[in-house]
């Protein structure tokens, strides 16, 4: 059974960057899953914030294209979120999903980013 964990997330400050990763363990087929990233800020729903497909083709919320960059690596079986010219709102927990093309999906269980001065 396939295990999604994220990293790297922490405090930054306004304007600044950071990397999120999203490691697959446990599973098979990496290759094939649909990955996406969300987020969850206090008080408010999870949004989706980017998707990369098994073909590499991304997709990316409107409030985050142009800063937040989606990528993936089949060889080490991760998914990264690069976040820059982050800002207070982007603070909230991010996670990261899979989708096989069957529709079976898992989440991991989040990486808090926040961004303050």
């Known amino acids: 059974q396939v295990q999604f964990v994220e990293s790297g997330g922490g405090l930054v400050q306004p304007g600044g960057s950071l990397r999120l990763s999203c490691l697959a363990s446990?599973?098979?087929?990496?290759?094939?899953?649909?990955m996406d990233w969300y987020r969850q800020a206090p008080g408010k729903q999870r949004e989706l914030v980017a998707s990369?497909?098994?073909?590499?083709?991304?997709n990316y919320g409107d409030s985050v294209k142009g800063r937040f960059t989606i990528s993936r690596d089949n060889f080490k079986n991760t998914v990264y979120l690069q976040l820059n010219s982050v800002k207070p709102e982007d603070t909230a927990v991010y996670y990261c999903?899979?989708?096989?093309?069957?529709?079976?999906?898992?989440w991991g269980q989040g990486t808090q980013v926040t961004v303050s001065s």
């Open positions: 446990g599973g098979a087929f990496f290759k094939l899953y649909v």
């Open positions: 999903k899979g989708t096989l093309p069957t529709g079976w999906n898992a």
């Open positions: 990369i497909t098994s073909s590499g083709s991304t």
